[in-house]
């Protein structure tokens, strides 16, 4: 393929068929930057509203960066990856104190902020400022792998090298920004993973993988990744209008969400062997329900749940052993304001609690 050859080809049909995006229309560093974040491991289609609702909450760097954890993982509850969205505010925070509110403008600078690593740092040089480095993403895998027949492990580090210089060979130094958005466009629209458009293609007679019949086989992504089994035993305390909740704290996943005071174990056990360990239940509450095992599947590990409900005499005190997981009684308004994982307000909305 002749130099230059397949940037002009791709860029032409980005013309033509590309999708009209609010954050396309712009070379906003602070809206490119918030639509790549909410975008990755995410869909348009479900990445959409919340870039709206960020951009109506927060309509800059600034207001972003005054606004409280809390809120900021309220607005993106539901989208998963919630350290996204904490780095999200720290990366504003550190924009605002350290850069006067303006994004820097290279790709080298840029990677030095919280959560913006490769992908998001060439996508807001290239698109904000017209850098020539070329984003990477799953998109542009698929697409350079199959037009150029590579082989070669997207999973591993040396095919990740390979790609990247690839893929910065073929930019174009004049339209850096069209260039990017073109390939992640051609491979969203046209080279689909399952059922590429190949019969009408405008690289049908170069590709590689349409002439070797090899679309299925490319791009090559060999994983070895362990997936952990959780068992979580929730308590779901009542108390007439009221219910415990705490705020995760720590490493773990789901920081400074609120969830249910939680027992975990790393098998399953009866949850009636649990429920005898916090509660001394002295038959003044109303029994205990336990529901059905939910299942809920992260990126390297699959939760299942059980949620134990226990009615609670307003004037009875709480056990010892959940006041040290720091639970406090909520109104169900003020409930329904918490960032909450999905997992909880799953069960809460199968129970019509909220
Ligand atoms: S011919 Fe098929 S596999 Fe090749 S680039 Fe086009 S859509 Fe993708």
Redesign the pocket.
């Known amino acids: 393929m002749k130099e230059g050859y397949f940037s002009k080809k791709i860029i032409s049909w980005y013309h033509e068929y590309h999708r009209d995006l609010p954050w396309r229309n712009t070379q906003d560093a602070y809206k490119i930057w918030l639509s790549e974040i909410i975008l990755q491991q995410t869909r348009v289609a479900q990445g959409l509203p919340y870039y709206e609702k960020f951009i109506l909450n927060f309509s800059n760097v600034k207001s972003l960066a005054n606004a409280k954890e809390r809120d900021v993982l309220r607005l993106w509850q539901g989208l998963g990856y919630y350290t996204r969205a904490r780095n999200l505010h720290k990366c504003a925070q550190e924009v605002v104190r350290n850069f006067d509110g303006k994004f820097p403008k290279t790709f080298g600078e840029l990677k030095q902020l919280p959560g913006i690593g490769d992908y998001t740092a060439a996508a807001i040089a290239s698109f904000a400022f017209n850098e020539p480095v070329a984003v990477v993403d799953g998109n542009v895998y698929?697409?350079l792998s199959?037009?150029f027949g590579i082989d070669k492990n997207i999973a591993s580090p040396e095919g990740k090298i390979f790609f990247s210089k690839l893929a910065n060979q073929l930019i174009s130094k004049d339209e850096p920004a069209l260039h990017n958005q073109a390939v992640m466009e051609?491979g969203a629209l046209?080279?689909?993973p399952q059922n590429?458009?190949?019969e009408d293609?405008?690289?049908?007679k170069t590709?590689?993988?349409?002439q070797q019949d090899l679309?299925l086989i490319?791009p090559v992504k060999i994983k070895q990744q362990k997936v952990t089994k959780r068992y979580f035993y929730y308590f779901f305390v009542r108390n007439g209008k009221k219910i415990l909740m705490t705020e995760r704290t720590g490493k773990g996943i789901w920081k400074g969400l609120y969830d249910f005071p939680l027992h975990e174990e790393k098998r399953p056990v009866r949850p009636e062997k649990i429920i005898g360990k916090y509660f001394p239940l002295d038959g003044n509450e109303k029994g205990s329900q336990i529901s059905e095992e939910y299942k809920h599947v992260l990126s390297h590990q699959i939760i299942h749940a059980r949620f134990i409900q226990i009615d609670w005499p307003s004037a009875k005190e709480l056990p010892p052993s959940l006041i040290h997981l720091n639970a406090r009684w909520y109104s169900l308004n003020q409930m329904e304001k918490l960032p909450k994982p999905v997992l909880i307000t799953r069960y809460l909305g199968d129970h019509s609690i909220l």
């Open positions: 698929r697409v199959r037009v051609f046209d080279c689909l590429p458009h190949c293609c405008i690289f049908q590709c590689v993988a349409f679309q490319l």
